[in-house]
């Protein structure tokens, strides 16, 4: 597997769209309703122009096929990660994974530390990131009653 990643574009809006609105991505987010094309292009604009998110896309050769963001904030990295629905399976997400925290390691010095909150019936993006080192801190309910398992990279900053 040789990925390539880059920084998304508002020119990306479109398949990222997509993958929002999929419905196991649907399933395993905060927010299951779908979103609006003109929502999801105005929170991609609002995304793009601030200092505290990166999102880097990655393609296999020229396939895109997947995406990882980082909105940073009191000195935590908070990921959100979305493998492509028709590239599941590969083992992308580990990879995809690995290489946003050393990108943002490079591009921010002040080493946030890498948070990632999962649904708890969410089994392979637990899975996922317990492969990357991460280990749960904590656990909170969602206003739907939905248990929330917060993790960490383990004893690391980026």
């Known amino acids: ?27 395993n987010s905060f927010s299951k309703s779908p979103i609006p094309y003109a929502a999801h292009v105005a929170w ?5 122009a601030s200092d505290a998110t990166r999102i880097w896309i990655f393609s296999d050769g020229d396939t895109p096929v997947g995406q990882v963001r980082f909105d940073i904030a009191g000195g935590v990295a908070e990921i959100g990660i979305t493998v492509a629905p028709e590239q599941r399976g590969r083992g992308y997400g580990k990879v995809m994974l690995e290489q946003a925290i050393r990108c943002l390691h490079e591009a921010r010095r002040d080493h946030v530390r890498p948070r990632a909150s999962v649904l708890a019936r969410n089994e392979a993006s637990l899975r996922l990131f317990k492969a990357c080192g991460f280990e749960e801190v904590s656990t909170a309910r969602r206003d739907s009653g939905e248990r929330v398992i917060v993790l960490e990279r383990a004893g690391r900053r980026t």
């Open 1 to 27: 597997m040789n990925l390539v990643w880059r920084e998304a574009r508002l020119a990306d809006a479109d398949f990222l769209w997509r993958w929002a609105n999929d419905r196991e991505t649907r399933q």
């Open 44 to 48: 991609l604009e609002q995304r793009l």
